[in-house]
T-cell receptor, first 115, second 111 residues
Framework: AQSVTQLDSQVPVFEEAPVELRCNYSSSVSVYLFWYVQYPNQGLQLLLKYLSGSTLVKGINGFEAEFNKSQTSFHLRKPSVHISDTAEYFCAVSDGAGNNRKLIWGLGTSLAVNP | DGGITQSPKYLFRKEGQNVTLSCEQNLNHDAMYWYRQDPGQGLRLIYYSQIVNDFQKGDIAEGYSVSREKKESFPLTVTSAQKNPTAFYLC??????????FGSGTRLTVV
């Protein structure tokens, strides 16, 4: 069965510094990969997704992620963070095929951007 | 604009009561999901439905029930059998699992 590991539960960083949030998944023949962001007391919002094609995916709010099939990773990066990026970030992998696809979730990484 | 609406945003339940959380979507998505979120535990799947009049248990279905009588609606009932219902509940929908759209959540508190 598919599984997702977010390697850091908390990441503190100073404003305007670069950040990388790490995500690894177990091997699968066909995967779709996602990053979501959750602000306090809100639902999750899609940051970016990899379905096929270019392994470098650009998303909203200046975030990007790179799909690395050989290392089964999908790390999220931003070159310069803002205070407003403070939130919980979730990595997810789509398991199954066709109408039976479901998302398998990591436990989340809490990003804290300090002034 | 299309989206998912969860209501109410905050809900209080007395011990022994059943409560129902509403989830409505106008995205024409076939699949809908209910998740429970507790601090440090990520998202745990309660129930999901791939099509009208059909649904499956997720990882933590005990103490919960759902129905899917209409494509747009997937209400969740938290029954008195759920021993620790205080949590943040999230509803989502998708078309063929290609990314989910989430509602804004319902925070349930037992008083």
């Amino acid at each position: 069965a598919q599984s997702v590991t977010q390697l850091d539960s908390q990441v503190p960083v100073f404003e305007e510094a670069p950040v990388e949030l790490r995500c690894n998944y177990s091997s699968s023949v066909s995967v779709y990969l996602f990053w979501y962001v959750q602000y306090p007391n809100q639902g999750l919002q899609l940051l970016l997704k990899y379905l096929s094609g270019s392994t470098l995916v650009k998303g909203i709010n200046g975030f990007e992620a790179e799909f690395n099939k050989s290392q089964t990773s999908f790390h999220l990066r931003k070159p310069s963070v803002h205070i407003s990026d403070t939130a919980e970030y979730f990595c997810a992998v789509s398991d199954g095929a066709g109408n039976n696809r479901k998302l398998i979730w990591g436990l989340g990484t809490s990003l804290a951007v300090n002034p | 604009d299309g989206g998912i609406t969860q209501s109410p945003k905050y809900l209080f339940r007395k011990e022994g009561q059943n409560v129902t959380l509403s989830c409505e979507q106008n995205l024409n998505h076939d699949a809908m999901y209910w998740y429970r979120q507790d601090p440090g535990q990520g998202l745990r799947l309660i129930y999901y439905s791939q099509i009208v009049n059909d649904f499956q248990k997720g990882d933590i279905a005990e103490g919960y029930s759902v129905s899917r009588e209409k494509k747009e609606s997937f209400p969740l009932t938290v029954t008195s059998a759920q021993k620790n219902p205080t949590a943040f509940y999230l509803c989502a929908s998708s078309r063929q699992g290609v990314g989910y759209t989430f509602g804004s959540g319902t925070r349930l508190t037992v008083v």
